[in-house]
């Protein structure tokens, strides 16, 4: 018959054994990492492995190819879309293109959040972050956020879309962002 304190033991032990077995099993909800979506030069800290598309769309009435890395993390969506426009004239009315379509998917009042300089852009009025509140076809809510950026004739649109955007999350993958 074991005695008390030798049952207490045998009991810790056990319960050690349990938690480290389960601790492998444990991830963190936002597993950070350095990503450089395919046929870019810009990286992003993702918080989770991004899958890279690209899509036909029509922007300052001309169909562009538009690659985009995105991922979802915690219920809110990351996304990091390039269009190379080809010349210089066509980076800002392809930035604005963006910011209104951004606008328009979701519906509400656009917020500037402020100017947003990624390291390595080239300087343009429209390098701004945006906030948006909107409303889903189900109603229920919607937030986004996302920053716009150029680099000689690449125009960049970083977002997050989610019911409640996690503040701390945003900033790192916005802070994240880096040109050459």
Known sequence: MMSVITCHRY??????????????????????????????????????????????????????????SSCTAVDSVYALSH????EAGQVTPVLQALRDAAAGNMGGPTAVKGAHAVPGMTPNPLAQRLGWSGTRADGSTLAAQATFFTQGTRVYQATVVGTRLDVEAVDTFFSGLKLP
């Open 11 to 68: 009991r810790a032990a056990l319960l050690g054994i349990a938690l480290a077995w389960g601790l492998p099993a444990c991830s963190p909800a936002l597993n950070w990492r350095d990503t450089r979506p395919p046929g870019s030069v810009v990286s992003a800290l993702f918080p989770c492995k991004p899958d890279h598309h690209i899509r036909r769309v029509v922007l300052a009435g001309v169909e562009r190819a538009m690659q985009m």
């Open 83 to 86: 269009i190379d426009v080809g």
